[in-house]
Every structure is written in C-alpha cells, then in structure tokens.
C-alpha cells in the first residue's frame, strides 16, 4: 500500500500547496500577458513563477544544506519544492530506500540557447545531468529515475512510485517534475497554433487552445502513514492511443483504456468516484477526447474541474501540480471551480464545475493525456480497503 | 518469480543490425544515421509512408520495433496488453538543437510543428505503437548509462500487477556522434528469462560483434 505523505507546487500563486490551494479558492489567475522578446517577439499568455523570490526561497535552502554551487531556474524550483515537502516528513532523504523519480518534458532546455551556452558544462540539459543535480543537492544515494513522457510524466511518476514502493522495492519515494517556459517551449506550442489568445477557456464552447505555464511540484509517497486522515494510492495505468502522434484518438480510447485499468487496480466501480481532475488543456480536441472518455465510463454526473485555466499547462510538472491540487481538495473536501468555464463545448454532457462546491470526497480520479497518444489515470481514496 | 520471458532481441549499431545475436544487415557505405536507417528501411521494404515525416531518432526505434516484431504473432493477446517502455540518455538532443536553430533569431525564425512534436522522447513509443496497434503501458526513461536493472524491474512490475502482458522493452539513442538501439521482445512465451542479469548480458554482447 502506498500512501501520499506530503506535497508541494512552487507555481504563479503560491510557493506551496496550501498557498497556491487558497489563490485557487479565491478565483486568482497566475496567467497575464507576458511582453519578453527572450521568449517570442509579441505577447503572449503564461503562467510564470516569481523569480525574486524563488531566489531568495533557494538561497534560504542552499544555506541550510551548506550547498554553494550555482543552478538553474528549474533546477532551483525542483530543489524548493522538495524541501518544502520533506520538511513536513519524516522520510530521511538520505536513505537507500527513498528514491527520487523525476518527471520532466524539457528540463534544462534554455540551456540550448546560444546565450546561455557558456553558464553551466554542456550536459546540465540533459535530463539524467537535471536527476543527478538534484540527488545531489540532498545526498540521495540512488541513481534518480527519470520519466520523459510528454504531458503524462507527471502521474506517470507517481503511478511508477506506488508500483515501486508496492513492490518493496522502495519505502519512500520523492516524485517531484517541472518545466520552465522558455523559448524553445513557446515557439514550439506557437508553431502548432495551439496556444490561445488570453488565457484558456478549458471544456468551454468559446475554447481555443492552451495557456503555457511553469511550475514545479513534488508528492511524496510511502508505504506508511502516522496521518488520521489517510490518503491513499489505490490504482494507476498508461496506455497508447495508437492512432496520432500529436492529437488525441476521437474515441478517446487511450484514455477510456487508463481509466479502466486504474479501476480495476483500485478494485472501485466507477460509482465509487466521487470528483475527475481532467487534464483540460483547453484546445479543441483534448478536451472533447476527454469528455467522450468520461462518458464511456459513465461518469458524466461527477463533478469534473480542470486548474490549467489558473495555472496553465505546467508540462512535466502538470500531473504532480494537479495531483497535490486533488489531494487538497480532499482534504477539504471542496472541489475548486474550472477557470475559464463558462458554457460547456464537449459533445458529451459532463458536469464541468462552474463554481466551488463543497462535497465529501473519498474517491477521486486524475487524468492526464500527450503527445505521443500517450494517456494516464491515477485514483486516490481516503479508505485503505 | 516472475514468469516472464524474452523471445526475440535486436542491435542495431555501427551500421549492422544483429536480431538474437546474428548479423541481419549491413550497410558499410551508410553515413550517419539518416542513411543507414535508409538503407534498413529499404531492406524491410515495409510500405510505411509515415517513416519519413519521421525524426532520425524515431526512425531507429520504428526500424527496431520493425527487425524484432518481424513475423512475431500477437494475436493472443489485446492491444491493451502490449506495452513499450524505452529509454536512453540524449532524450531528443538532436531534433531539440534543430528546433532550437530555428527559433535562435527573430530575423531567421521558422519553428516548424513537425520538427517540434518531435521533440518529445516518447513519440518514438506512439510511432510503434501506431504501427503496431500498441495501446498498453508507455514509459520513457532518461538514464545515463543503459540501465538493465531499471527497465527490467519496470516491466516485472507491471506484469506482475497485471497491467500488461507483452513488452517491447530497451534502449532507443542518438547522440551528436552515435547511435544505439538494443530492444527485446518479452512475454510468457520465450526461452530465456527476463531479468536484469539476462538483459545486462544480451545488451553487452554487443561488444563481441
């Protein structure tokens, strides 16, 4: 059995959980207009971290593990965020049996920029050179395992993390992910014309495509708990669309497929859920996928919300920002409003949240889909059996 | 004890390709990446017009995924029940500092999506998959060196927990210099063992070709 003991998000709104948690209730959007020709030669809308403070948040931690060396942006929000989240744990980082699983899509990519060549030694953009900054920083003796999966990493990490600690092979596992916007990321996503004007309108009529946003975030997991209020890793699963590389399938087998398969893992029937974090890019045909996924499942009555119209999409780091958002929710047993969403624009009639709603929530579902036809579905509940 | 077994394993590397073990092809002439996997693809002459929108990275792993399910019979088994978990330790490097020489200055600035989506290591994972109606687990891990212990314990657990039951498991890589794919094929059918010393010791005879 795998427990969630502690998490963090370092995002636009907030250097923990519990901060970016209470600008979400109050309706706050991390996403404006960014005007910074370093990144593209007109505006656009990204969710950005406060880079004031990250430097003072890390000088604070760097100090307190007498680390000298110099590091990234990403490299400096990874770090915070796993502070932070140990800090409320008793899980000893030092152990041979704590792993840190890295999710990622980019890592250190601005690296690759001709201005930026010179800073740090050639292989710091290379994901591997990213998990070994990090394992180091905190003296970690395991070789950090690091997932690339496009827009899934994230609960692909965590899933890999219950399956691991499930199998005795580790007792704790650190699952942190990030990704930065950079250039590189913004002129890609521009070249698809995938991101929208303002900032994104998931599951909306009016919805016309994603918002770009950096964060990084960590959860972690043990196989026990002291906590009265228990929340558990009931099941996960991934599995491939087969059908495109860079749109999703238009029956959203991929994702029906994911869900099923945490199901039965969980060993729950789709009665038992309770609320749906959708991925909710807010392009197009993501968001149609989506909803005709839930409705395979029947689930069109939960109550489905998606945070990427606050935060954006934060990449490697979506699944685990938006697994600690869950797993807040539970906690307080409030399911936060979708952003953005005004009327609903998916052909199947799913209850997207309009408004904050209070609902006990033992059972809750997270989904998540990619590039690569690539999909993912986690399911957290609050009972153990 | 994890009733898992590799039935089939293929290198390709220094412009060979090697299926159990065996020379299957070679192309001496072949410069670099792009050509030699011209030539395989040649010789496989699989009719796949897809292969060429390809990067070079996805190409090796396609034609890989090609060499080692090569009259391979899966009916048995449901798409859901097939997975392909990958790894390496470039990511994408060379397909990012394409895209990245794209966008350098505004003056000369031309992203192109097919380059872009291309920079995502898994892609290679959705190209076998498309190909070969693969719709269980996908992972795709960054690791230094080729790690026979992470992959291996990877697919045992998700045999074991039942998420799956055929594997496409390996290395898939393109640095600025070199290139290597090593991917086996595992199931409960196959005659030797899938566990990391196995895999460690497929992977390493490549030393003796």
Redo the contacts between chains.
């Keep these: 059995m795998s427990f969630f003991l502690a998490d963090n998000i370092i995002s636009s709104l907030g250097f923990n959980t519990k901060e970016t948690f209470s600008s979400l209730l109050l309706g706050e959007i991390g996403i404006k207009q960014i005007d910074n020709?370093e990144y593209y030669?007109e505006t656009f809308p990204a969710s950005m971290i406060d880079e004031n403070r990250l430097n003072v948040e890390f000088k604070r931690v760097a100090e307190k593990y007498s680390n000298t060396s110099d590091h990234t942006k990403l490299e400096k929000m990874l770090i915070v965020s796993i502070d932070d989240a140990l800090s409320s744990t008793e899980v000893n980082i030092v152990c041979d049996k704590t792993a840190i699983i890295l999710s990622t899509?980019?890592?250190n990519?601005n690296l690759?920029?001709?201005n930026e060549k010179d800073s740090f030694e050639k292989e710091r953009?290379?994901?591997?050179?990213l998990?070994?900054v990090i394992r180091n920083f905190f003296g970690n003796p395991n070789?950090t395992?690091?997932?690339?999966?496009?827009c899934?990493s994230g609960v692909?990490a965590i899933n890999?993390a219950a399956?691991?600690i499930?199998?005795g092979?580790y007792d704790n596992v650190v699952v942190t992910g990030g990704d930065i916007v950079s250039?590189?990321v913004v002129?890609?996503?521009?070249?698809?014309?995938s991101l929208s004007p303002t900032a994104c309108k998931p599951f909306d009529e009016k919805r016309d495509g994603l918002s770009l946003g950096e964060a990084a975030a960590t959860i972690i997991l043990g196989n026990s708990t002291d906590d009265e209020q228990k929340l558990v890793f009931k099941g996960g699963?991934?599995?491939?669309?087969?059908?495109?590389?860079?749109g999703p399938s238009r029956n959203g087998?991929?994702s029906y497929?994911a869900i099923k398969?945490a199901i039965?893992?969980a060993k729950i029937s789709t009665t038992d859920i309770d609320h749906i974090s959708a991925h909710g890019t807010a392009t197009p045909y993501n968001d149609e996928m989506e909803s005709i996924a839930i409705d395979r499942h029947n689930l069109c009555a939960v109550p489905v919300n998606s945070i990427k119209g606050y935060l954006g999409h934060t990449l490697g780091a979506a699944g685990i920002v938006e697994t600690a958002i869950l797993l807040e929710e539970m906690r307080q047993n409030t399911i936060l409003k979708t952003a953005g969403f005004n009327n609903l624009g998916v052909s199947k009639p799913i209850f997207v949240t309009d408004r904050i709603i209070k609902k006990d929530l033992n059972c809750c579902l997270k989904m998540a889909s990619?590039?690569?036809?690539?999909n993912a579905a986690l399911i957290i509940s609050k009972t153990e059996s | 004890m994890v009733d898992l077994k590799i039935s089939r394993y293929c290198h390709i590397m220094d412009n060979k390709v090697f299926v159990d073990g065996s020379l299957r092809f070679e192309d001496r002439d072949a410069i670099g990446l792009k050509q030699f996997t011209k030539s395989i693809y040649r010789f496989l002459a699989p009719s796949y017009n897809k292969f060429f929108k390809m990067d070079e990275i996805s190409r090796l792993g396609f034609l890989a995924a090609e060499v080692l399910l090569k009259d391979v019979d899966l009916t048995d088994y449901s798409?859901?029940e097939i997975s392909?978990i990958l790894s390496n330790?470039?990511?994408t490097?060379l397909t990012?500092?394409n895209?990245?020489d794209s966008?350098?200055d505004?003056d000369n600035?031309f992203?192109?999506?097919s380059v872009?989506?291309y920079?995502?290591?898994?892609?290679?994972?959705?190209?076998i998959?498309?190909r070969?109606?693969?719709?269980?687990?996908?992972?795709?891990?960054?690791?230094?060196n080729f790690?026979a212990d992470?992959i291996a314990?990877?697919i045992n657990?998700?045999f074991?927990?039942?998420?799956s039951k055929v594997f496409v498991g390996g290395l898939v890589n393109q640095s600025n210099d070199n290139y290597e794919a090593f991917v086996y094929l595992a199931s409960d059918k196959g005659h030797l063992q899938h566990n990391a010393l196995k895999i460690k010791s497929l992977y390493n005879n490549k030393i003796e070709y």
């Design positions: 020709k030669s899509t980019k890592g990519i690759l920029a001709s953009v290379l994901l591997w050179k998990g070994d070789q395992i690091v997932i690339s999966n496009a899934i692909l890999t399956m691991y499930n199998s092979l250039r590189f002129s890609g996503f521009m070249s698809f014309l699963a991934s599995a491939n669309d087969a059908n495109h590389i860079s087998e991929g497929i398969k039965i893992e990619g590039f690569g036809g690539s | 798409s859901d392909v330790s470039e990511s490097l990012d500092q895209h990245q966008i350098n505004f600035f992203p192109s999506p872009f989506v920079t995502l290591p898994n892609i290679m994972i959705g190209e998959s498309i070969h109606k693969f719709q269980g687990e996908n992972t795709f891990f960054i690791v230094e790690s992470l314990n990877h657990n998700l074991l927990t039942n998420k």
